[in-house]
């Protein structure tokens, strides 16, 4: 019997499931006689080819999904091409794609006018988003800046700060866990405040 696929995307290491997450377990709560199948990846939206994605798109293929479950639409991807290209596959295959947060459901004419709309803006922010970033980048340069970290030896305030915080904690006899627990630093960044 063909499932629900929910697919979870974020961009980088640095970004968490969990505000995705909420969402969709309410909506499985509200749907308990839904199977379900749970698709992640930690990868940029301006490609298809990432892992989870690919698992969950051969079993499309294998005629195992019904629907597509996903928190909102540039989750799936950030290219107006890419998408609208996706949703002509969903809907020869009748996959189902339903965004929460867009309010969107493929299924639907409305709901298909919708998705090309959003898809377009999604490709537009990730147009501007990048223009901002070579913009600030070509001014640097104008400008002389570099960038790229500190100086090899180059020590700021703040980490002079934190390292005397752990030095202080060490001397009054805490543990590196503890002191990393306390400063909320990593253990590693503890040791070598130390060394």
Known sequence: MPHTAIYIRVSSDQQLFRAQL???????????????????DRATGTTMDRPGWARLWSDVEAGKVSRI????????????AGLTALFEALQARQVGLVSIRDSLDLSTPSGRLMA????????????????????????ARAEGKTWGGRQAGCRNENTRAKQSA????????????????????????????LG
């Open 22 to 40: 909420t969402d969709l377990e309410r909506w499985q709560k509200a749907n308990p006689d839904v199977e379900v199948r749970e698709f992640r």
């Open 69 to 80: 479950l996903v928190w909102r639409l540039d989750r799936l991807g950030r290219t107006a």
């Open 116 to 139: 090309n709309v959003l898809a377009s803006v999604a490709a537009y922010e990730t147009e501007v988003r990048s223009e901002r970033v070579r913009a600030g980048i070509e001014a």
């Open 166 to 193: 752990v030095q202080k904690l060490r001397a009054a006899g805490e543990s590196i866990s503890a002191i990393a627990r306390a400063t909320g630093l990593s253990r590693p960044t503890v040791y070598s405040l």
